[in-house]
């Protein structure tokens, strides 16, 4: 599963450029069910990638929603991070901590996205 950030050149004389973070299904499952899903609206948005003209169901990162996004992952990684140091306990295994690690990444790869302000929309859906 992944979310997608793209570089929209709205007036589509430029071709977009985009960022893929793939996470984990039960990651993607947690912030589908999560207030991460409900903020901003998502609309159909014609990008020029590659050359080609695609159509995306993605939400606008104005900077009200760009910020009220980093509040919740911020929020959420600190969460997450306690739940994994508690599950992991004092000596984990190696595949436990990649495991915990994967998510922890992954959410951290979406807030520098976030904070990066040549990116103008998110694709939620996945894929």
Known sequence: MNFTFYIADLDKKTPSDCKIVDVSDDLF??????????????KKVKINLDGEMIEVKAVGLT???RKTLLDYLKEFL???LKESLNKMGSSPSSMEFADHTFDLRSILELIE???NP???HLNRIGG
């Open 29 to 42: 499952w947690m912030l589908a069910k999560s207030e991460f899903s409900q903020i901003g609206n998502s």
């Open 63 to 65: 900077s009200f929603i």
């Open 78 to 80: 600190v969460k997450v």
């Open 113 to 115: 996205a976030l904070e």
């Open 118 to 120: 040549s990116f103008t």
